[in-house]
Every structure is written in structure tokens, then in C-alpha cells.
């Protein structure tokens, strides 16, 4: 079992940057594909970007393509959501997940392990 703590979070201008953490407790988390998700106020969990076990499986959302990037860090037990030119529709509460498998996966229903969330709010 495996459990995930986000951080990074907070307020940013429209075309600002943040880098969300999402730390993993345990010693098995080269083992596991993580995912980012976000839900804003209103609106269903959707899904941002997913990565495998290595860089070579890695899935972004439409919406996020070319902005966000989905760095993991074995040796850390992290996984990061690098958020660039960030839009006023980015902001959401960001959830991390986790599941043991070796490829990326954008399917919520996948996903055995979830953090409880950072808010992200960008200002226009």
C-alpha cells in the first residue's frame, strides 16, 4: 500500500508557473503509474496527464498538452506536475494517484491510491 501526499499548490497569475509534488510513502514506487486529475468547483474529475513506470508511457490531456509536464523521480518517491502558461480554466483541486502497473494510464477507474489534493487557483 502505498500513500500520496500532494503539495505545490496555491495562486498564480494567468501565464504564471507551478510545480505540484506529490510524495509517495513506501518503497515500492518504481512500481507504480502515477497520474494527475484535477476537479474544479462544479465539475467532474477529469483527467491531466499520466505517466508509466518510466518517461517512455506518458499520456496529457488535450488541455494541458505543451504546458504541463509529468516528471517522476524514483530515487524521491515523487511525482511532479509542472504547470506552465497557466490558464484561469487550470484552476482546480489537482489530485495525484497510483497503481501498480508498468504503463500510463488516463482512466480514473484504473487507480487504487489517491492523495487528498492541492488547490491551484489562476487569476486573470
Known amino acids: 500500500q502505498v500513500q500520496l501526499v500532494e503539495s505545490g499548490g496555491g495562486l498564480v497569475q494567468a501565464g504564471g508557473s507551478l510545480r505540484l509534488s506529490c510524495a509517495a510513502s513506501?518503497?515500492?514506487?518504481?512500481?507504480?503509474?502515477m497520474g494527475w486529475f484535477r476537479q474544479a468547483l462544479g465539475k467532474e474529475r477529469e483527467f491531466v496527464a499520466a505517466i508509466g513506470r518510466t518517461a517512455g508511457s506518458i499520456y496529457y490531456a488535450d488541455s494541458v498538452t505543451g504546458r504541463f509536464t509529468i516528471p517522476r523521480d524514483n530515487a524521491k518517491n515523487t511525482v511532479y506536475l509542472q504547470m506552465n502558461s497557466l490558464k484561469p480554466e487550470d484552476t482546480a483541486v489537482y489530485y495525484c494517484?497510483?497503481?501498480?502497473?508498468?504503463?500510463?494510464?488516463?482512466?480514473?477507474?484504473?487507480?487504487?491510491?489517491w492523495g487528498q489534493g492541492t488547490q491551484v487557483t489562476v487569476s486573470s
Open positions: 513506501g518503497r515500492t514506487f518504481s512500481g507504480y503509474a
Open positions: 494517484a497510483g497503481v501498480i502497473r508498468y504503463s500510463a494510464t488516463a482512466s480514473a477507474r484504473e487507480y487504487d491510491y
